[in-house]
T-cell receptor, first 112, second 117 residues
Framework: GENVEQHPSTLSVQEGDSAVIKCTYS??????FPWYKQELGKGPQLIID?????GEKKDQRIAVTLNKTAKHFSLHITETQPEDSAVYFC???????????FGKGTTLSVSS | GAVVSQHPSRVICKSGTSVKIECRSL??????MFWYRQFPKKSLMLMAT?????????EQGVEKDKFLINHASLTLSTLTVTSAHPEDSSFYIC?????????????FGPGTRLLVL
């Protein structure tokens, strides 16, 4: 089955810096890769996703890149703000309607 | 759009009692809902996949008689923790898939924190 590895487990940056979180997956058939942000005591919130037919997607300060050959995808946050502090999870799935397989999460701390 | 709610948000119960958690899709019909469990500072662990009108599919190691799932309508799935014990204390989160939108996308509820005394 699918296995998703996520690094780093913790990341501390200064406000205004960029943050990069990386994930690798094992199932070459996986074709959908979402990123979720989870604040303390709340459910995960979808922030961006990418499908296997594209290599990069951007939404304002957030971007995701996908390298299918290497089976890894990354989340890039630019101009970080304190409110970006949260736990970020990557996930992968191979087909619509099947469960997501999550990475272990990255705790991002943005200090002002 | 694509809002998922859960009720209750927090529940404290005595050991041996049963607790029901509701997951509702508020502005879309969800043919498939998923139930996850999350321990402090850990990732989400899939418990079961709930399909409307059929029996839930449980992940290996999850007791189906312990965690009863009912997906009776296109907007409601329930998880009942039967004969709860302190080790069942956890954060339970549901998600729903919205057909008609991007099929793979899952929207999560706010979670239910269960504490069993």
């Amino acid at each position: 089955g699918e296995n998703v590895e996520q690094h780093p487990s913790t990341l501390s940056v200064q406000e205004g810096d960029s943050a990069v979180i990386k994930c690798t997956y094992s199932d070459s058939a996986s074709n959908y890769f979402p990123w979720y942000k989870q604040e303390l005591g709340k459910g995960p919130q979808l922030i961006i996703d990418i499908r296997s037919n594209v290599g990069e997607k951007k939404d304002q300060r957030i971007a995701v890149t996908l390298n299918k050959t290497a089976k890894h995808f990354s989340l890039h946050i630019t101009e970080t703000q304190p409110e970006d502090s949260a736990v970020y999870f990557c996930a992968a799935t191979r087909q619509a309607g099947t469960a997501l397989i999550f990475g272990k999460g990255t705790t991002l701390s943005v200090s002002s | 759009g694509a809002v998922v709610s859960q009720h209750p948000s927090r529940v404290i119960c005595k050991s041996g009692t049963s607790v029901k958690i509701e997951c509702r899709s508020l502005d879309f019909q969800a043919t498939t809902m998923f139930w996850y469990r999350q321990f402090p500072k850990k990732s989400l662990m899939l418990m079961a996949t709930s399909n409307e009108g059929s029996k839930a599919t449980y992940e290996q190691g999850v007791e189906k008689d312990k965690f009863l799932i009912n997906h009776a309508s296109l907007t409601l799935s329930t998880l009942t923790v039967t004969s709860a014990h302190p080790e069942d204390s956890s954060f339970y989160i549901c998600s729903a898939r919205a057909p008609g939108l991007a099929e793979e996308t899952q929207y999560f509820g706010p979670g239910t924190r269960l504490l069993v005394l």
